[in-house]
């Protein structure tokens, strides 16, 4: 402004200055532009050093796992001596390339791509399959969750080889179950890797004591051992929270240091290794070896451990800065590391048993003695916190028992402990070190575990690539052949194993699945039993506006799992007692496959039946990572929807005699936002809302213009003064108190069912129920204004 007016005057009064201040004019657009260019440089640097800080956290809580394996991997491909100097290059070769292909190639690049929303691990690859194909086992799902925005999803040509995939798939229940058992099998791999990581990580780091004490016996290391697990998972309480600012430096320290461990070794003894880098000594490796060189494969298997956890712990983390991290740091240190260790053995045959220590030069022995303690205990932490989230995930989609789930943190959701599978984890950890003693033939089990997750990830991510993705056909053969090529070749080499520990995964694994599937075809029968014997409308309606019983005053918030309809239970109830509360809200909490449901878009509400007899439903919708529990403010925000529900009821042109749920045109959601303005405490909820069945007197008819203007505004007149009326109404209600109404279903096989289903549901899944948190507990509700009906 003071610009243009300098240049007015100027022009009044000397040309001269005018033509000055026409040039600095004309400089402005230049200072401008070169001002946008500094900001944007500057943006760009800040967002360079985030990308730089957050690649480096990355590395404590993703890479771990990954980075320990140098610890054990030479000792598990020869547990005997090595008989030719050339197996050790022909080893370090497959090394090099296993961890090309299927850490760098496949998953860092590949993999990581396919996260929902972040999230990684077979349950977020399962639920993105979910949402672009209809394959989810509890068909509990509405039109009206698609409209979430978390409920991204991409929609494909009816020809596409997309559409033939999906239409095959959701053809038969036996296919739609066929996928869940292949992702619960991951997911038991998972969780065996949470049992198998720390046993021989923290086995193979205690071990470097024996190394300077050769008269130590192996029970003291294992004890050693025995006493950082106990301490490990004691500590799990606490959180990651407190202490996770420690693990990043702690696994860039040891990258660094087993890097340059690994030079030193190459230049001292012999840098003739190098030329594994070339694939002919895989060749040469299998043809000298015949047998024995294939079934080194299983120990060669755990220089990739680690790598489906880094895809299970992505949830903290973009994708480019796990890429950066993996691609500047991990990689090349672990390509030196065991080039290191090659080449120390080249020239140290006889110490292959505790090769990663007696390559360590003496001076630096203790120091970094410490750092690969420290550095198991950080890759230990990574599998069990990825263990805790997996579990979280089975829970929310109705694949595990009810338990504890505990939130560590108030900065990240992600991080969560699990008391019950924490100790669960840690009995089988310290029974696998203490059974072993040995690194061999844990390291036999953890491979076989290892394999089965990557095979599961490889099929899914086929799918993923068709119905998400819907690459072109040839790229998702090149994708799968490859993978499945590499995979199968390691997967064969384990099964040599499974006697000599491989069948401890397997084990585990088989008890874990038995756990979940029962859980589920349990939780599946019962939601079937509950919507064909769900109450119809019409025995609803012929109860009348008291429903046939004395309403007293309050509200009852009746629990269910449906999501339409009206509950057995609710019948069971009103026909049992004499009296029902004056306001009835069915609550069905109810978990999508989805990463997690915006606080705005978490509630559903709608009318049952006519207004007097103020009934409801309530539908609150969670995704996999979000906790109920920690949702204090549940009831409030509740009924802050169910009155907003009834503001906007009003507002409804028309009415639905349907069960169905509807979403507003865009008039009422111009006035809702009007409505969100004046709501009180200033919260900010969605209710998407229709009536069921509307009472006969709001039903105006319209016969003539002049009359229906007339109608119109007299209808509103009495639309305004009964939501005033029904909003006193409840709100009277609510002060009036509050009771929780939980049902309990007995589920029994019937008695023509087969045996196995018999024992499944009567004893295992009962059972299962009886050891099981309560629904009360889950949906934290207050055990003063508790009422049970069984």
Known sequence: MEMTSRIEMD???????????????????????????????????????LLLRLAFQSLGVVY???????????????????????????ALSLIIYSLTLIPLLKYVFVVCKANDNGQGGTFALYSLLCRHAKIKTIPNQHRTDEELTTYSRSTFHEQSF??????????????????LILVLVGTCMVIGDGILTPAISVLSAAGGIKVDHPDMSNGVVVVVAVVILVGLFSLQHYGTDKVSWLFAPIVLVWFLVIGGIGIYNIWKYDSSVLKAFSPVYIYRYFRRGG?????????????????????????????????????????????????????????????????????????????????????????????????????????????FPRVKVVHTSKKFLGQIYVPDINWILMILCIAVTAGFKNQNQIGNAYGTAVVIVMLVTTLLMTLIMILVWRCHWILVLLFTGLSLVVECTYFSAVLFKVDQGGWVPLVIAAAFLLIMYVWHYGTLKRYEFEMHSKVSMAWILGLGPSLGLVRVPGIGLVYTELASGVPHI??????????????????????????????????????????????FRCVARYGYKDLHKKDDEFENKLFDSLFLFVRLESMMEGCSDSDEYSLYGQQTERSREGLLNNNGNGNTITSYADTT??????????????????TVRSSEHVSSQTETDELEFLNSCRDAGVVHILGNTVVRARRESRFYKKIAIDYVYAFLRKICREHSVIFNVPHESLLNVG
């Open 291 to 399: 047998k024995d060189g294939w079934t080194s494969l299983g120990g060669i298997m755990l220089s990739i451990t680690g790598t489906e956890a880094l895809f299970a712990d992505l949830s903290h983390f973009p994708v480019a800065a796990v890429q950066l991290a993996f691609t500047v740091v991990v990689f090349p240190c672990l390509l030196l590391a065991y080039s290191g260790q090659a080449a120390y053995l080249m020239s140290n045959r006889d110490h292959v048993v505790d090769a990663f220590y007696r390559s360590i030069p003496d001076s630096i022995y203790w120091p970094v003695f410490i750092i690969a303690t420290a550095a198991a205990i950080v890759a230990s932490q990574a599998t069990i916190t990825a263990t805790f989230s997996i579990i979280k995930q089975a829970l929310a989609l109705g694949c």
């Open 162 to 179: 997309a559409a033939k995939t999906k239409r095959w798939l959701e053809r038969h229940v036996s296919r739609k179950n066929a996928l």
């Open 11 to 49: 022009e009044d009064n000397d040309n001269r200055g005018s033509m000055w201040d026409l040039d600095q004019k004309l400089d402005q657009p230049m200072d401008e532009e070169a001002g946008r260019l500094r900001n944007m440089y500057k943006e760009k640097k800040s967002s360079a050093l």
């Open 64 to 90: 771990g796992d990954l980075g320990t394996s140098p610890l054990y991997v030479f000792y598990n491909t020869f547990p005997g001596k090595i008989e030719d100097p050339e197996d050790v290059v022909g």
């Open 570 to 615: 609710f019948s069971h109830f009103i026909t049992n007692l004499p009296a029902i509360h004056s306001v009835v809200v069915f609550v069905c909490v109810k978990y999508l496959p989805v990463y997690t449901v915006p606080e705005e878009e978490r509630f559903l509400v709608k009318r049952i039946g006519p207004k007097n007899f103020h009934m």
């Open 693 to 710: 069945i509307s009472s006969v007197d709001s039903i105006v008819p319209v016969k003539s213009p002049m009359q229906g203007s007339m």
